[in-house]
């Protein structure tokens, strides 16, 4: 058990609709990160936070937006769903700054999202 | 983006086997990490490299960070069945934005 939690662990929804995903990070963490696990694309990073402020940004699409809230915890918005956003969405957490040196990235069970 | 390759795609070896796998970027990265993923987990770090040349062992796994700071390899020694699970490669240009290699597959047969 990494200490990260992510609900809800499964997700079916259909296309054009928006889904909110929420990650707890390890206590003490201040950093969360999004990825994106698919079959056709491999495990991608989306986007970081540190400390309730967006600190970098992988391959997030437009349609699909995060924020972290004082209580550390972070949540993906995915909206306009498409067949091709099925997937396995990872949150991470570590406990540095971007650009301090390699935290370790302690990684969530995951979301797994089918859009039908 | 940056693009890693990862070989091999996957290997089915006899327990007890030494497994041998490698990564190669086009680009340099400060860091290269080995992260392993069974089925319905999170990715979980098995070792982390932070200089070139570096050579690191984690007990039965060995790593190494390429000279060139383009590549990594990872080798598992004696495998035994419960090493089966899917090994990722990333390397962190800085920042901690990682990047993944498509991972590979690694089926024990015991």
């Known amino acids: 058990d990494s200490g990260v939690t992510q609900t809800p662990k499964h997700l079916i929804t259909a296309t054009g609709q928006r889904v909110t995903l929420r990650c707890s990070p390890r206590?003490?963490?201040?950093?969360v990160y999004w990825y994106q696990q698919s079959l056709d694309q491999g495990l991608q990073f989306l986007i970081q936070?540190?400390?309730?402020?967006?600190?970098a940004k992988g391959n997030i699409l437009e349609r699909f937006s995060a924020q972290q809230f004082p209580d550390l915890h972070s949540e993906l918005n995915l909206s306009s769903l498409e067949l091709g956003d099925s997937a396995l969405y990872f949150c991470?957490?570590?406990?540095?700054?971007?650009?301090?040196?390699?935290?370790?990235?302690?990684f969530g069970p995951g979301t797994r999202l089918t859009v039908t | 983006g940056q693009q890693l390759n990862q070989s091999p795609q996957s290997m089915f070896i006899q327990e007890g086997e030494d497994v041998s796998m490698n990564c190669t970027s086009s680009?340099?990265?400060?860091?290269w990490l080995w992260y392993k993923q069974d089925p319905g987990e999170g990715p979980v770090l098995l070792i982390a490299?932070?200089?070139?040349?570096e050579l690191t062992s984690n007990g039965r796994l060995t790593a190494q960070f390429g000279i060139t700071r383009k590549d990594s390899f990872l080798n598992i020694s004696a495998s035994i069945p419960s090493d089966v699970g899917i090994y990722f490669c990333?390397?962190?240009?800085?920042?901690?934005?990682?990047?993944f290699g498509a991972g590979t597959i690694l089926r024990v047969k015991s």
């Open positions: 991470a957490s570590s406990e540095g700054e971007t650009g301090t040196g390699f935290y370790e990235q302690y």
């Open positions: 206590s003490g963490d201040l950093s």
């Open positions: 936070y540190y400390n309730g402020e967006e600190r």
């Open positions: 680009s340099i990265f400060n860091t």
């Open positions: 490299l932070y200089k070139a040349g």
């Open positions: 990333a390397g962190d240009e800085y920042g901690n934005k990682l990047v």
